[in-house]
């Protein structure tokens, strides 16, 4: 039988690469799926680092 349960908590700042990878990685197809149109306005990993950095100094 299929567990139906599900965990929700917020985003941690240490979930960053883990999402960075989701986008970065996934299938053009898939992307289009949920609504990305051009893929040309995905940041690339350099600038998804630097707004990681931006969000740990907001925390500090």
């Known amino acids: 039988m299929l567990n139906k349960n599900i965990s929700v908590r917020q985003a941690h700042i240490d979930d960053h690469e883990r ?29 998804l680092d630097i707004l990681r950095s931006n969000v740990e100094l907001s925390i500090e």
């Open 19 to 47: 999402i960075v990878d989701y986008f970065l990685s996934a299938d053009k197809d898939f992307l289009v799926g949920m609504g990305v149109v051009d893929m040309a306005k995905l940041p690339q990993r350099q600038g």
